[in-house]
C-alpha cells in the first residue's frame, strides 16, 4: 500500500465523519464537558458512536464536500499535525470495518514476502490490541495522562507504529514501479543499457556543476510563453522554432520477438515529395536550396542535418546545434506509445533508409554534448544509440563509450560493459576497450570512498589488463607517449618490440582503430599518477618479452587473422567523428565514391520501401551543337522522337528532318532577338584624357 493509497483512506475517513461533523460544530461548548466526562468516567466500549467526531476550531460549519479527493491535501481538521502512531491508528480502525480484510492481507504479506515473520505477527498483535475507538479519544487519554504526569507516549506503542510504517515503505520498495521512481533499487540490477530520462537533459549535467541559477537564468518565465511546442525528452524545444504542424513522418511496431520491439519510421505520400526535392537541392550542390526547402517544410528531418552540416563547417557551431535538435524533436513527435527511450529493448534497423535519420541525428546530438563538455549526457545518448541495435551497431559506438564513460567518471558501467559483453562480443580486441578498462580499474582504486581490500584488487586487475594491451597491441605505446610529450627511456626506446617495426607490421585496419583512439584519449593519459602506472606495467612487458613469454607469438598471430579489414560500420563511424587522424587512413575504396552527410555509407543490403522516380531519359550520343542548343534553350530536342536505343523505326529519316528544320527556326529566331547596345559615350568635355578609374 502506497503513502497515496493512506492519503486516500484517510480522505475518505474524514468524508465519512463530515455529517457527523455538522452536529458538533452547533454544539459550542459540548467538546469542553467531553473533556470533563471523560477525566471523570474511563472510556467504554459502548462508545464507539463518538469516535466519528473531529475537534474542529470555532468556526462556522462545514457544508458536505461532494468530491472525497479533494480531503486529500487539505489540512488536518485538527489543526495539528497527525503523528505516525495517529496516523496507523486511524488507517487500522478503517480496515477494521471492514471486516478480515486486514487479516487476508497480512497473510498474504507474510507468504509472499518469505521473511522470519517476527514483523507481521507484531503487526497482527497490534491490530488485534487497538479497539475501534476514534483518534480523538486516544489523543484525549494522552492528554490525561500528560495532566497526570506520565509519559505521553509509552516506547512500545512508538515502536509498533515505527514498525508499521517501515514495513509499509519496504512493501512499497519492494513491489511495483515504485522502486523504480524513488531509485531504492540496486543500480546493478538494471540493464546495462539502461537510460534514465532525467541524464538525457544536459541542463541536469550543468547545474551539478554550475548551479541552477547560473545555468537556466532567465530562461523559466520563458517557457511558459511556448503554446505550440510540445515538451520532449530528447531536447528542450525553443520558442524561437516555427509552430510544429503534421510532417508525414510517423512510426509503427513492426513485430515483437525475444522480449524486444521493432519499430520502423513511416514517410508519408507528402513527406516523400518533400524527400524527393531534398535530393534535388542535394545534387544542385547549393546550400541555398536546402534553405528554401526548409523554409516550406521548417521540419524535414534531412534537410535539417544535412544543413547542420554546412553550418559546421562553416563554423556556426550554434545553429548547427540547434538544427539537430529540431531533427531529434520532429522525430520524437514521431514516436509510437509503445516506443521508450529507457527500457532498452527498442530496436530501429539501420537498414531502413528512414531510420537512418533518427540515428545519425542521436549521433551527431551525441558529439556535440561531449564537445560542450557534457561527457555524462553524451555518455546517456551512447548507451541509448547502442539500445536500438546492440547486435550490429552500425554506427560502432563501441569506439566511443570507453572515452566517455572515463570523462563521466562512471567507471563502474565501463568494467561492467567489459565483464558481461567480452564473453560475445570479444571487447579486448579493440584497442580502446584493451586500454580504456585498465585505466577505469586503476582510477577506481585511486578512490577514497572504497577499503583497502578493493582498491589493491582493482590496481591489481589493472596492471595484469594493461599488460595484456601492451602485449596485444604494442603499436600503440610510442605515439601516445609522443602525444603526451613523453620522453621514454633508453630501455624503451632502444628495445624492438615497440620500435618502429611495430607501428609498420600492423594491418592498416588496426592502425585506423588506433590512430582513432589516441586522437581521442590521449589528454586522460597526461596524469602523472597514470604515466608512473604506465611505465612499471611497460618494464613488466619488456621482462616478459625477453623471456620469450609464449603469449607474445599468440598476440601476433591474432593481429595478423583478425585486423584484415575493417567492417563498413567502422568506417561510418570514422567520417562521422572527424577524426583527423582516423580519417587521413581511410582506404583510397572509401574516400572515391561520394559520401553524404544525411546517410554516409548507406548499408549494401539496405531495406527499401520506396524509390524516387526516374527522370526522363536524355540522349547520350547528343553532339556538341545540339548541347549548346540545349543550355540555351532547355525543351530543345534534335532528335526529335526517335528512340534513345538507336533502333531502326520506321519514318526515323524524317524525324531527323524534322529535328534539322526544328535546329534551323531555333537559329533564326536566336538571331533575331540578338540586340547590340552601343556603349555609352561621354559628353563630358572636361575629361581626364580617357584614363580609367
Not at 156 to 170: F, G, M, Q, W
Not at 496 to 522: D, K, M
Request: charged share 30%; aromatic share 6%.
Amino acid at each position: 500500500m502506497s503513502r497515496r493509497a493512506l492519503r486516500r483512506l484517510r480522505g475518505e475517513l474524514r468524508g465519512q465523519a463530515l455529517p457527523e461533523a455538522e452536529e458538533a460544530a452547533e454544539e459550542d461548548d459540548e467538546e469542553e464537558e467531553e473533556e470533563e466526562k471523560q477525566q471523570q468516567l474511563p472510556a467504554g466500549p459502548g462508545q464507539d458512536g463518538a469516535s466519528a467526531r473531529r475537534r474542529k476550531p470555532r468556526q462556522e460549519p462545514v457544508g458536505r464536500v461532494a468530491n472525497l479527493f479533494e480531503l486529500i491535501t487539505s489540512d488536518d481538521p485538527e489543526g495539528e499535525p497527525a503523528s505516525i502512531e495517529e496516523r496507523d491508528e486511524s488507517r487500522l480502525q478503517e480496515e477494521g470495518h471492514t471486516g478480515n480484510k486486514e487479516e487476508a492481507e497480512l497473510g498474504c504479506l507474510e507468504n509472499g514476502r518469505g521473511r522470519d515473520g517476527e514483523e507481521v505477527d507484531r503487526l497482527n498483535k497490534t491490530a488485534s490490541s487497538l479497539p475501534n475507538k476514534s483518534r480523538k479519544k486516544k489523543k484525549k487519554k494522552k492528554n490525561k495522562k500528560n495532566a497526570a504526569g506520565e509519559a505521553p507516549c509509552p516506547p512500545d506503542e512508538n515502536d509498533d507504529a515505527e514498525d508499521i510504517e517501515s514495513i509499509l515503505v519496504r512493501l512499497e520498495s519492494t513491489t511495483g514501479p515504485w522502486c523504480q521512481s524513488e531509485g531504492r533499487v540496486i543500480v546493478d540490477s538494471r540493464p546495462l543499457l539502461y537510460v534514465e530520462h532525467r541524464n538525457l537533459n544536459p541542463e541536469t549535467e550543468l547545474k551539478r556543476y554550475f548551479g541552477a541559477r547560473a545555468v537556466l537564468g532567465d530562461q523559466r518565465p520563458r517557457q511558459r510563453q511556448r503554446p505550440h511546442l510540445r515538451s520532449t525528452w530528447l531536447t528542450v524545444p525553443k520558442s524561437a522554432w516555427p509552430r510544429h504542424s503534421k510532417t508525414g513522418l510517423s512510426m509503427r511496431l513492426l513485430e515483437s520477438q525475444r522480449g524486444a520491439q521493432h519499430f520502423a519510421f513511416e514517410h508519408h505520400r507528402e513527406y516523400q515529395q518533400v524527400q524527393f526535392k531534398f535530393l534535388d537541392a542535394v545534387e544542385s550542390m547549393d546550400p541555398n536550396n536546402l534553405v528554401l526547402l526548409l523554409q516550406g517544410n521548417p521540419y524535414h528531418v534531412d534537410s535539417l542535418l544535412q544543413l547542420s552540416d554546412v553550418c559546421r563547417m562553416q563554423e556556426d557551431q550554434e545553429m548547427a546545434r540547434d538544427l539537430v535538435e529540431r531533427a531529434l524533436y520532429t522525430l520524437e513527435c514521431a514516436f509510437h506509445p509503445m516506443f521508450s527511450l529507457t527500457s532498452g529493448t527498442c530496436r530501429l534497423d539501420y537498414r531502413r533508409p528512414e531510420n537512418r535519420a533518427f540515428c545519425l541525428a542521436l549521433f551527431k546530438h551525441m558529439v556535440s554534448l561531449e564537445k560542450r563538455g557534457c561527457p555524462r549526457t553524451a555518455l546517456e545518448f551512447c548507451k541509448l544509440i547502442l539500445s536500438l541495435d546492440p547486435e550490429n551497431d552500425p554506427l560502432c559506438v563501441l569506439l566511443v563509450v570507453d572515452l566517455l564513460s572515463l570523462r563521466a567518471k562512471e567507471y563502474a558501467f565501463l568494467t561492467r560493459m567489459f565483464q558481461e559483453w567480452e564473453s560475445h562480443r570479444n571487447l579486448s580486441q579493440l584497442p580502446n576497450f584493451a586500454f580504456s578498462v585498465p585505466l577505469a580499474y586503476f582510477f577506481l582504486s585511486q578512490q577514497d570512498d572504497i577499503s583497502e581490500a578493493e582498491s589493491s584488487r582493482a590496481h591489481e586487475e589493472a596492471s595484469s589488463l594493461l599488460q595484456q594491451a601492451l602485449v596485444m597491441f604494442p603499436s600503440v605505446l610510442m605515439p601516445l607517449l609522443d602525444l603526451c610529450s613523453v620522453q621514454p627511456d633508453a630501455a624503451v626506446a632502444s628495445h624492438s618490440f615497440f620500435g618502429p617495426n611495430a607501428q609498420l607490421s600492423s594491418p592498416p585496419a588496426l592502425n585506423q582503430l588506433v590512430a582513432l583512439y589516441l586522437g581521442r584519449t590521449h589528454s586522460l593519459w597526461k596524469d602523472p599518477a597514470v604515466m608512473a602506472w604506465l611505465e612499471t606495467n611497460v618494464h613488466e612487458v619488456l621482462r616478459m618479452v625477453d623471456a620469450k613469454n609464449p603469449a607474445l607469438e599468440e598476440a601476433e598471430q591474432k593481429r595478423k587473422v583478425r585486423y584484415q579489414s575493417a567492417p563498413r560500420n567502422i568506417y561510418r563511424h570514422v567520417i562521422l567523428s572527424e577524426i583527423r587522424e582516423a580519417t587521413a587512413a581511410l582506404p583510397p575504396e572509401v574516400t572515391s565514391q561520394p559520401i553524404m552527410g544525411f546517410d554516409p555509407l548507406p548499408p549494401l543490403d539496405s531495406i527499401v520501401s520506396y524509390t524516387r522516380p526516374e527522370r526522363a531519359d536524355r540522349p547520350s550520343n547528343e553532339s556538341t551543337l545540339s548541347l549548346f542548343f540545349r543550355s540555351l534553350l532547355p525543351n530543345f530536342n534534335l532528335q526529335g522522337e526517335v528512340g534513345a536505343a538507336g533502333a531502326e523505326e520506321p519514318g526515323a529519316g524524317q524525324d531527323l528532318n524534322q529535328g534539322v528544320n526544328r535546329l534551323m527556326a531555333a537559329m533564326r529566331d536566336m538571331l533575331a532577338n540578338i540586340q547590340f547596345q552601343e556603349p555609352p559615350r561621354d559628353d563630358n568635355p572636361e575629361g581626364d584624357g580617357g584614363e580609367w578609374d
